[in-house]
């Protein structure tokens, strides 16, 4: 396994179990205070907190109960510093 692959890895083992164990503060910790993420039901989260936050909604209401298993897939450099994952 590539040490990038490795990184990536083990960011998506921590979003996975914090996933199963629906802890959204947990989900949050890998995101930066400036980070995007765009949900399935394409809202637009900005920063760590709102992202914990978002996700501890659905942990509470429409996902509760429920566990994901990730997968990496691929891993691949596009910048400096910048990968882009396959999960």
């Known amino acids: ?5 490795a990184a990536v890895a083990t960011i998506v083992q921590e979003l996975e179990a914090s996933w199963n164990a ?10 930066t205070d400036d980070a995007d993420f765009v949900t399935i039901r394409a809202e637009h989260l900005r920063g760590r907190e709102a992202i ?3 996700h501890q909604g659905i942990f509470d209401s429409i996902y509760k109960g ?6 990496v897939v691929g891993v691949r450099p596009i910048a400096p510093g910048v990968l882009v994952a396959h999960v």
């Open 22 to 31: 629906a802890d959204g503060a947990r989900f949050g910790v890998p995101f």
């Open 52 to 54: 914990a936050r978002g």
């Open 1 to 5: 396994m590539t040490d990038d692959r």
């Open 66 to 71: 429920s566990t994901v298993g990730y997968e």
